[in-house]
């Protein structure tokens, strides 16, 4: 039998292997986005303030080749460990989500839709030389195309919708800042790619029922863990790095229900 409610420390497809078929009713993925950021290069605001971007050992990859086998293998075992009424949903932006959306098509998986998160305070373009970015997208997607009882609860939607039917454009929410937003001592943020709690609490409702066991193969900063914790919903989290063990599991003993 394997842990529930737990963080388990290692590379997510070695771990996923321990794991049997049709485990999980939800998987949420937030994955490397492999930006391939030049290196030695800074990005300054208009103020002339520093932009820390993504520059991580665990978002680097030699090639596209080398990601887009990284992707297949830990979306095969996540089709494998997925309940035929359960979905999953993957995150990403324009460097990488076209090339993960073929990968998953490839592998069977069948899209339910493209949600898309309209980030309503987005960080300009500093260099002015292109569009300000202010969306990333979640593939949302059963394990084959013949999956027809999973769960959405689309009455609920539409209650905290006006009444109505929500749209996959109707996503907005700010990114993590202020209070939500995890920093070290000297006021760097923990975690570069925090999520926001909305978006993600947002996706448990849309796709989960209470009891339900979700899985999280990239947990990163733990929001996944904390939102499953705060409705109701069992969880596992796999993580890779060390530093991020250590703050997820802080932050989850740390929550409290009134906080959220």
């Given at each position: 039998m394997f842990p529930q409610n737990e963080i388990i420390h290692g590379d997510c497809i070695e771990v996923l292997k321990n794991f049997p078929d049709n485990t999980f009713d939800l998987i949420f993925a937030d994955p490397p986005y492999n930006l391939?950021?030049?290196?030695?290069?800074?990005?300054?605001?208009?103020?002339?303030?520093?932009?820390?971007?993504?520059?991580?050992?665990?978002?680097?990859?030699?090639?596209y080749e080398e990601y887009d086998n990284f992707t297949e293998n830990w979306l095969k075992e996540c089709q494998r460990v997925l309940k035929s009424t359960g979905t999953v949903w993957i995150m990403g932006m324009y460097h990488n989500v076209f090339r993960v959306g073929k990968i998953m098509q490839d592998l069977g998986l069948w899209f339910l839709?493209?949600?898309?998160?309209?980030?309503?305070?987005?960080?300009?373009?500093?260099?002015?030389r292109r569009f300000t970015n202010n969306h990333e997208t979640l593939i949302w997607a059963v394990k084959n195309k013949n999956c027809k009882n999973y769960t959405f609860n689309n009455e609920f939607l539409k209650q905290i919708n006006g009444g109505k039917q929500m749209k996959d454009t109707d996503w907005n929410f700010s990114i993590c800042r202020g209070n939500e937003r995890l920093r070290g001592e000297d006021g760097i943020k923990s975690h570069p790619t925090q999520k926001p709690l909305k978006l993600i609490q947002q996706v448990v409702l849309t796709s989960s029922k209470k009891g339900d066991l979700i899985l999280d193969p990239f947990l990163g900063s733990g929001t996944t863990a904390v939102v499953a914790k705060a409705l109701g919903r069992n969880w596992i989290g796999i993580e890779k790095e060390e530093k991020y063990v250590n703050l997820a599991n802080q932050r989850i003993k740390n929550y409290k229900n009134e906080n959220y």
């Open positions: 391939q950021l030049p290196k030695n290069r800074k990005l300054l605001r208009e103020n002339g303030t520093e932009v820390i971007p993504v520059n991580d050992e665990w978002d680097k990859f030699e090639s839709n493209d949600v898309i998160w309209v980030k309503i305070d987005a960080m300009p373009n500093f260099n002015g």
